[in-house]
Nanobody, 119 residues
């Protein structure tokens, strides 16, 4: 019922920048929180940044000052601007959205986009 499609991943040198986008589509009443998670090979999926419908944001300590999350509610899109990238940022980045559909509130995930940072 809800589809999240990420884009913007790629290969970048340390110190470079990337901008990830995630657009939600389908039939839903509203999108509450949206977030970006990442998962490196053999590791757990961890929260990178989140943004509430109010615009309030939170970030993992490892990305504070370097990453910025934002959203365009009219476009049902969340962005992650990643600056000063480090090799440790290499991971698959997943978009997450908390979506209300009729009576239901649930979490939906995108397919992920690879970010690789070379030293």
């Amino acid at each position: 019922q809800v589809q999240l499609v990420e884009s913007g991943g790629g290969l970048v040198q340390a110190g470079g920048s990337l901008r990830l986008s995630c657009t939600a589509s389908g039939n839903f009443s509203s999108i509450n929180a949206m977030a970006w998670y990442r998962q490196a090979p053999g590791k757990q999926r961890d929260l990178v940044a989140g943004i509430a419908s109010s615009g309030s944001t939170n970030y993992a300590d490892s990305v504070k000052g370097r990453f910025t999350i934002s959203r365009d509610n009219a476009k049902n899109t969340v962005y992650l601007q990643m600056n000063s990238l480090k090799p440790e940022d290499t991971a698959v980045y997943y978009c997450n959205a908390k979506v209300r559909i009729r009576y239901s509130l649930g979490d939906y995930w995108g397919q992920g986009t690879q970010v690789t940072v070379s030293a």
